[in-house]
């Protein structure tokens, strides 16, 4: 099996490879599989790995961002007619998988199933000469070596025993005694492939787990917009010059109902708080008040958020809920929410979101339209509104690794950052088990989230 990259734009765009190697490496410095000079590549980009075991190609991210299908990855298995594109805004590639005349790709666990089905109809001989003949055929170098040579040490023990007792066996005796030994030790491998196909399954699993997050779950991911003024004790509003001042952000929340409840962060529904400028004047009697608070879905348009149906909680934890009308987010999924207690450490963590919000919008944006965007000096509320109607609100997803987990926190490494607050982060079974809320912006390997326990308990009984 070989890497086929058509490239639809950069330097090779409209010509398509066939990569004939096993590791094909990207980026802008000499000496890559596929060089692709630009300012959005780096010099050890990626990286696409064909797994013989596993029948697939891997992609990894190494040294730069990695979009497929719109959607920032670390590692993924590739899927044919998946898009990838090399940085924000870089070079675009279709993969394909290349199969060469006469190319047989069979994992081992196929070559397992097909064995045990053999063996119920014909027996363990037939299923033995099945599972024998596969390796041998379609193995991977390093598993067909291993097999030959666990043969030969089989013939050599049951011969070197024969001898040691001080017997002469028949001929007889010592076919049985090699296809015993054999026996043995084809056992082994298989028990140590079986070993493997678990590993190999579970990464397998997690990764079916991420595709299903990027094709269900991630359309119930919604980008919160809110445009909020201060209002000062004598009745005006803030206005540090002629218009009164109004302060825009944007944010993240998940669909957690089919009545419309949004979880969200609490500083995403009552930025102000977390204001050192503003917060002085709130505490000192301003009162805010939203002039437009919205929650936009992948393919909807933005849906108003009733100010009165926030519920925040009352203690410093850093969630809120908001319940939106019903018939607005018909047909979107309801994200699946841990409800059992207890979460591992080294558990994998996937958080969806919109970090930087609108500015991440338009950097993945058909060009023509940020253009129209740019000279029409569009607002945020109208970017986001034509960005929805022309099916471009879509929430970025990062994998990492919960690194600590507390009563009250979970700790983990996948990037994320302002304006993926409020998103949730999934376990590598796909449950969300945290609201994404915090980030330390000199150290990307801890960013936080508030256990999703806590965020159930503001939902109606």
């Known amino acids: 099996m070989r890497a086929q990259l058509l490239h639809l734009s950069g330097p090779l765009r409209g010509r398509t490879f066939t990569h004939p190697q096993q590791v094909v490496t990207v980026g802008s410095a000499p000496g890559n599989s596929v060089m692709l000079p630009g300012a959005a590549v780096h010099g050890s980009h990626a990286r696409i790995e064909w797994v013989q075991e596993q029948c697939a190609f891997h992609l990894r991210a190494l040294d730069g961002r990695v979009f497929v299908n719109g959607n920032e990855i670390r590692e993924v298995v590739l899927q044919d007619d998946d898009q990838i594109e090399f940085g924000i805004d870089g070079p675009l590639v279709r993969f394909h998988v290349y199969v060469p005349a006469g190319a047989v790709c069979k994992p081992v666990r196929r070559m397992l199933a097909d064995a045990r089905a053999v063996r119920q109809r014909s027996g363990g001989g037939a299923a033995t000469r099945s599972l024998t003949v596969d390796l041998l055929r379609h193995a991977t170098p390093l598993l067909k070596a291993g097999f030959a040579l666990a043969v030969v040490a089989a013939a050599f023990l049951a011969g070197w025993f024969g001898g040691w007792l001080g017997s002469r066996p028949t001929v007889a005796e010592q076919k049985r005694t090699a296809d015993l030994v054999t026996q043995a030790e084809l056992e082994s491998l298989r028990a140590q492939q079986f070993a493997q196909q678990e590993e190999l399954g579970r990464l397998m699993r997690a990764n079916a787990v991420v595709r299903r997050i990027q094709q269900e779950w991630s359309r119930g991911v919604c980008l919160m917009h809110g445009v909020f003024r201060l209002r000062l004790p004598d009745g005006s509003w803030l206005a540090p010059g002629a218009d009164p001042l109004e302060v825009e952000y944007t944010g993240s929340g998940f669909l957690v109902s089919d009545r419309g409840h949004v979880v969200t962060n609490r500083h995403v529904v009552a930025p102000w708080a977390d204001m050192d400028a503003l917060s002085p004047l709130v505490a000192g ?177």
């Open 285 to 461: 009697g301003a009162v805010p008040e939203f002039v437009q608070l919205t929650a936009t879905f992948p393919g909807k348009a933005p849906i108003d958020v009733p100010v009165a149906s926030i519920v925040r909680r009352t203690d410093d934890l850093d969630v809120a809920v908001v319940q939106l009308d019903p018939a607005a987010v018909a047909g979107l999924p309801v994200l699946p929410l841990k409800r059992a207690p207890g979460q591992d450490e080294g558990a994998r963590a996937v958080v969806v979101g919109y970090p930087t919000g609108l500015a991440a919008l338009l950097a993945r944006a058909d060009g023509r339209l940020v253009e129209s965007l740019r000279q029409q000096q569009a607002t945020m509320t109208q970017a986001i509104a034509q960005l929805a109607a022309t099916q471009q609100i879509s929430p970025m997803i990062t994998q990492g690794i919960v690194s600590n987990v507390e009563e009250r926190n979970l700790v983990y490494d996948a990037p994320t950052t302002h304006g993926g607050s409020g998103g949730p982060v999934f376990d590598g079974s796909g449950e969300v088990i945290a609201v994404n809320f915090a980030i330390l912006p000199d150290y990307p390997g801890a960013n936080f989230g508030v256990p999703i326990r806590f965020a159930l308990e503001l939902l109606p009984r």
